[in-house]
C-alpha cells in the first residue's frame, strides 16, 4: 500500500512539472521556428520617453511571404514644436499585393490635417528602395527587398533573441514565459563629438508550441556626451503581440481601390 502511494506521490509531481520548466523550449529551438514562420501578423504598442517629450506609437502589421504580401497601419503622437506644444498625430497604411505598392497618410498638426495617397508599380518602387537594392536589380530583388522590411521577427526580434541571456524560465496557463536581458555597447555620431552609447535591454516572452505570442521589452538608451560628461536618456517600453494566420484587412483592399483610379 506505502509503494502505491509512494508510486502516487511521484505521479502527481511528474504532472506538476510542465507547469515549472519541463517541456520548456530552449533557446535554440524558439530561434530555429521563428526563422521559418512564413505568414504572420502582429500589433506593437510603444511608448518612447525622451528629454523633449513621450511619443506613442501603435502598429498592426502583416507579412505572408510565400505570397509577397504585406500591409502596415502605424498611429504615431509625438511632441510638438515647444512653441506650440501642441501633439502631431500620424496615421499611416501601406500595403504591397506583390506588384503594386500603395499607401497613405494624414497628418494632423493644431487641429490641421494634411493627406497624401500613392500608388507605385515596381519600377517607383525600385527607385524609391534604390540604397538598398543592388546596381542591376531584377524585379525578384526589388520585391524581396520590400518584403523582408516588413518582416519584424527576422529583423528585430530574431537577433535581439539570439545575443540576449535567458534569466528565467516560468510555465503558466499553457505557456512557457522566458526572462532575457542583454546590454550593447557603442558609438554614435554626435553635432560636434562622438557620443558613447550604452543599450540595456529587459524583456518577457511568452512562448506556446515553440513560438512567441507575447513579447514585453524595456530598451533603456544612454548617450554620454565625453566632454560635459552630459547623460541622455531614452526609453522604449512596448509590447507586442503576434498571430500566425494572415490575412489582408478591409482597409487594405479599400486603399488599393481608392489609389488605383
Known amino acids: 500500500m506505502k509503494k502505491l502511494l509512494s508510486l502516487g506521490v511521484v505521479f502527481l509531481l511528474m504532472a506538476a512539472l510542465p507547469a515549472c520548466t519541463m517541456g520548456a523550449p530552449t533557446k535554440e529551438e524558439i530561434i530555429e521556428r521563428m526563422e521559418n514562420v512564413d505568414a504572420y501578423t502582429y500589433m506593437l504598442n510603444m511608448k518612447i520617453a525622451t528629454p523633449y517629450g513621450t511619443s506613442t506609437i501603435k502598429a498592426h502589421e502583416g507579412l505572408d511571404k510565400s505570397k509577397n504580401v504585406s500591409f502596415a497601419e502605424y498611429e504615431v503622437i509625438s511632441p510638438g514644436p515647444t512653441i506650440k506644444n501642441t501633439p502631431i498625430k500620424t496615421h499611416s497604411w501601406e500595403f504591397f499585393d506583390g506588384e503594386y505598392g500603395y499607401s497613405k497618410v494624414v497628418r494632423t498638426e493644431d487641429n490641421i490635417s494634411t493627406k497624401e495617397s500613392h500608388r507605385w508599380d515596381l519600377n517607383d518602387l525600385k527607385y524609391l528602395l534604390k540604397d538598398f537594392l543592388p546596381a542591376n536589380a531584377s524585379r525578384e530583388d526589388v520585391i524581396q527587398v520590400?518584403?523582408?522590411?516588413?518582416?519584424?521577427?527576422?529583423?528585430?526580434?530574431?537577433?535581439?533573441?539570439?545575443?540576449?541571456?535567458?534569466?528565467?524560465?516560468?510555465?503558466?496557463?499553457?505557456?512557457?514565459?522566458?526572462?532575457?536581458?542583454?546590454?550593447?555597447?557603442?558609438?554614435?555620431?554626435?553635432?560636434?563629438?562622438?557620443?558613447?552609447?550604452?543599450?540595456?535591454?529587459?524583456?518577457?516572452?511568452?512562448?506556446?508550441?515553440?513560438?512567441?505570442?507575447?513579447?514585453?521589452?524595456?530598451?533603456?538608451?544612454?548617450?554620454?556626451?565625453?566632454?560635459?560628461?552630459?547623460?541622455?536618456?531614452?526609453?522604449?517600453?512596448?509590447?507586442?503581440?503576434?498571430?500566425?494566420?494572415?490575412?489582408?484587412?478591409?482597409?487594405?483592399?479599400?486603399?488599393r481601390e481608392e489609389t488605383s483610379g
Do not use: C
Not at 152 to 159: K, R
Not at 191 to 197: A, G
Open 146 to 255: 520590400i518584403t523582408s522590411q516588413r518582416d519584424y521577427i527576422s529583423n528585430i526580434l530574431v537577433p535581439l533573441f539570439k545575443n540576449a541571456t535567458i534569466e528565467g524560465v516560468e510555465g503558466k496557463g499553457g505557456y512557457y514565459i522566458l526572462r532575457f536581458a542583454l546590454q550593447r555597447n557603442g558609438s554614435i555620431s554626435g553635432y560636434m563629438e562622438e557620443m558613447r552609447k550604452v543599450e540595456n535591454i529587459s524583456g518577457e516572452m511568452w512562448v506556446r508550441d515553440g513560438l512567441p505570442t507575447k513579447i514585453h521589452v524595456v530598451h533603456v538608451s544612454s548617450f554620454v556626451e565625453p566632454s560635459s560628461n552630459t547623460t541622455h536618456t531614452i526609453t522604449k517600453d512596448y509590447n507586442v503581440t503576434f498571430d500566425y494566420r494572415f490575412e489582408i484587412p478591409e482597409w487594405a483592399k479599400k486603399l
